[in-house]
């Protein structure tokens, strides 16, 4: 399908955090707006609040993506499938995930909430737009072609689990939004000359060598020599788990020097609510 250029294009970081509940950032989820469809990537921690604090509600979204199933990612799905189905939702909504997502939607959504649906069927709500179209992403393909853009995948290595990055091209753009993990080799000409990139930068390489899960995310290095090898323009570093663990409100920013000193683009410290103008 060919891709025509969109009148907007915006991209929205929702949640700038990860799994601690840190006040300030909400989990990892963000938003990118073609035009006047919205698509939603991983769905954490407050997602739905920070997606109407955009100005965008739930029930307009139709396409979600997920980039794996660690619960950080995935929390507020239940909620953002619910309110949209309370509130109407008018297209179907689509559920696009690693291997194992149809599992955890088949039994996330209806088996423990199967009182309150049951009350608002039998109050006259119709069941019609509540269960989503689940479609498992197994191979690093185009899997999604509709009017105006374009989904590829790619899989990082994190901590055993399947676990993908989208690349979004419409209109000449292209943006890049992982999940966590190390890329492989190919991820450099996958995202070759992206727009943007919005990457996990979870902490610097001491920190990160300091814990259990480290190996299971990039360093600032390598993020930076991976933006510089693939001719990124714009990145955006999201996750920003060591803060959450040391409380350093710094520590972001540090990272974001290190990146610097191997990438000559643009980088952009995530915070809830940031935007980038792509148009």
Same mark, same amino acid.
């Given at each position: ?121 039998? $109050?006259?709500?119709? &069941?019609?737009?509540? @269960?989503?179209?689940?479609? %498992? =992403? ?5 899997? +999604? ?107 972001? $920013?540090?990272?974001? &020097?290190?990146?610097? @000193?191997?990438?000559?683009? %643009? =980088? ?5 609510? +940031? ?5």
């Amino acid at each position: 399908m060919t891709e025509t250029p969109t009148t907007a294009l915006r991209f929205v970081l929702l949640g700038s955090g990860a799994v601690r509940n840190n006040p300030r950032r909400a989990g990892p989820s963000q938003i990118l707006q073609l035009g006047a469809r919205t698509l939603l990537f991983d769905c954490g921690r407050s997602a739905c609040m920070r997606l109407a604090q955009a100005g965008v509600q739930a029930e307009s979204v139709d396409r979600l993506f997920l980039t794996h199933l660690h619960f950080d990612h995935v929390t507020d799905v239940p909620y953002f499938v619910f309110v949209g189905w309370n509130n109407g939702r008018q297209s179907p909504l689509r559920l696009y995930g690693p291997e194992g997502t149809e599992h955890f939607a088949s039994r996330i959504i209806r088996p423990p909430f199967q009182q309150d649906i049951a009350s608002r069927v039998g $109050h006259g709500k119709s &069941e019609s737009g509540l @269960d989503p179209e689940v479609i %498992e =992403v197994k191979e690093a393909s185009l899997f +999604l072609q509709e009017e105006g853009y374009s989904v590829s995948a790619a899989f990082t290595d994190h901590g055993g689990m399947p676990s993908l990055a989208y690349r979004v091209d419409t209109g000449g753009r292209r943006i890049v939004i992982t999940g966590d993990g190390t890329p492989g080799e190919d991820f450099i000409d996958y995202s070759r000359d992206a727009d943007l990139m919005v990457c996990e930068c979870s902490g610097t390489a001491e920190f990160l060598a300091q814990q259990p899960w480290g190996a299971w995310h990039l360093t600032p290095e390598g993020l930076g020599e991976l933006a510089s090898a693939a001719g990124v323009k714009r990145l955006v570093i999201k996750h920003l788990v060591m803060e959450d663990i040391t409380g350093d409100r710094t520590a972001a $920013h540090r990272m974001a &020097e290190t990146i610097r @000193d191997h990438f000559g683009g %643009e =980088v952009m410290v995530g915070e809830d609510g +940031l935007e980038v103008d792509l148009s």
